[in-house]
């Protein structure tokens, strides 16, 4: 049942999309909540389904989207196919590209399997942005100071072909539960 569901709506959508394509615009601009995702909000996210999916980054596309309408999750999209639902929006200052930043987080794959985890070791992880992967470099400038957010990475945007012997397979989807805390750890 499920399924079908969500096959009336890819279809819709389909349907709309190819009425409005010049309308379309190029991000998605829901804003994130925790209720139930409407039609309107899983039409923001099924613009970027593929039909016929014939390369990684569309198979992975379509499996993100899978994954935020099975879990309720609505999103902004990067230009890179980033996902980010915040949960909690900070009041500190907006990230910037070279910001020295600390960030509690858990890492896990789609099927919920935890990788790693700053919660675990008991400590933030403290970097500068742009000496991430991909997926959190483009996305921690979307967050501010203070955000509770989680990020969906495709496959090329995280450990890519490599994967993280041991942890993660190559070409796997990740998610990341990010808090981007107020002052580094050093400031403390």
């Given at each position: 049942?499920?399924?079908?569901?969500?096959?009336i709506i890819i279809f819709t959508f389909s349907i709309v999309s190819c009425k409005n394509k010049s309308e379309?615009?190029?991000?998605?601009?829901?804003e994130v909540t925790n209720k139930k995702v409407s039609e309107a909000e899983l039409g923001d996210l099924y613009q970027y389904y593929h039909a016929n999916p014939s390369t990684l980054d569309q198979k992975d596309e379509n499996t993100l989207i899978e994954y935020a309408a099975d879990k309720n999750i609505t999103a902004i999209r990067t230009s890179s196919g980033v996902y980010i639902q915040t949960h909690k929006e900070g009041n500190g200052?907006?990230?910037?590209?070279?910001d020295k930043i600390s960030v509690d987080y858990k890492g896990y794959t789609?099927?919920?399997?935890?990788f790693?985890?700053?919660y675990g070791r008991g400590e933030p992880i403290t970097f500068r942005v742009g000496n991430m992967n991909a997926g959190w470099n483009e996305a921690l400038?979307?967050?501010?100071?203070?955000?509770?957010a989680t990020l969906l990475l495709p496959s090329h945007m995280g450990y890519g072909k490599k994967g993280f012997p041991g942890y993660i397979d190559p070409d796997?989807?990740?998610a990341f539960d990010v808090e981007v805390l107020e002052e580094t750890a050093s400031e403390k």
């Open positions: 049942m499920k399924y079908i569901s969500l096959l379309v615009p190029n991000k998605v601009t829901t200052e907006q990230v910037k590209w070279g789609l099927d919920g399997k935890e790693d985890s700053s400038p979307y967050l501010k100071r203070g955000t509770k796997t989807n990740i």
